[in-house]
């Protein structure tokens, strides 16, 4: 998939965010040529709500790989007049689709390859391989192509942009068996770890520079790691003790929830969270 992506458009690039789907899409397309640098550079829609071990990782791994990083901020948007912040507190999530529209047209991508699965959330369950954007961005599920015998068509009109998902069909527990059998390296926050949160609507948030007082008076150190990264201030975490891939795995087989239905509060808006935001160009 990754090869065809590479081949069927002219200017692909490959979304890396420092999460551990992206870590492991990135792994991926180093195999997938052999070693040799990668033909096409890197994104990140950086929303400025970070923890700060991922930019580390991510900084890491590009140096690593040698790959182009180009980043484009929520941050710049917002100066520029494109969108409104949002309150103090609440998560930039919602802001990235224009920030990601503006920089596929500065930078003329026609192709975007991301690490989104099918089981994380029920809009994603609905995605082609090779998902066709209009020239908004937007995703129209009448216009997606049928992808029978891995037959993938990436042909679009000027202007329009595809995304590629080559762990469509991975689950949680591929990626973490995948992780474990490759020894792939991942920000520390995925494994057990010390933290001060707070337990809003079932989720335990992390106390970070942009917490409100009233959250940091009720935060409590706990032991937890992250399922899922995303804006650290929408993204919860989950007790536990599992301080390496294995461990993991056996937390994950026993897992009743997807990790974004889990741990991400900005899904939580309404059951048309996801979709809505797809239709407006998100990844």
Do not use: C
Not at 70 to 87: L, N, P, S
Not at 107 to 124: H, P, S, V, Y
Not at 226 to 234: F, L, Q
């Amino acid at each position: 998939m990754l090869r065809e992506a590479a081949g069927q458009f002219d200017r692909p690039a490959l979304l890396f965010s420092g999460g551990k789907d992206s870590a492991v899409l990135l792994h991926v397309a180093t195999r997938a040529f052999g070693g040799a640098p990668l033909p096409f550079p890197l994104l990140h829609v950086d929303t400025g709500h970070n923890f700060a071990e991922v930019l580390a990782f991510r900084d890491r791994r590009v140096e690593q790989t040698g790959a182009r990083l180009v980043v484009a901020h929520v941050e710049d948007t917002i100066a520029a007049g494109r969108v409104t912040d949002v309150a103090r507190g609440r998560s930039r999530n919602a802001l990235q689709s224009r920030t990601l529209l503006d920089a596929i047209e500065a930078n003329t991508f026609d192709a975007l390859i991301g690490g989104a699965r099918r089981d994380e959330e029920k809009a994603r369950a609905k995605e082609r391989i090779f998902s066709l954007r209009d020239a908004f961005g937007g995703w129209d599920p009448h216009r997606q192509r049928p992808e029978l015998w891995r037959l993938y068509n990436g042909a679009h009109q000027p202007g329009e942009n595809v995304r590629v998902f080559p762990l469509s069909n991975w689950t949680e527990l591929d990626v973490w068996r995948y992780i474990a059998r490759e020894r792939i390296e991942l920000p520390a926050l995925y494994y057990a770890h010390e933290r001060d949160v707070v337990e809003r609507d079932g989720m335990l948030l992390a106390i970070t520079e942009w917490s409100s007082d009233s959250d940091r008076a009720a935060a409590r150190r706990r032991r937890v790691r992250y399922r899922t990264v995303g804006d650290a201030i929408s993204t919860g975490a989950v007790p536990s003790d599992a301080t390496d891939a294995d461990a993991v795995l056996a937390e994950v087989t026993l897992a009743e929830q997807s990790e974004r239905g889990a741990t991400r509060a900005d899904d939580r808006t309404s059951d048309a969270a996801m979709e809505d935001r797809k239709r407006e160009g998100y990844f």
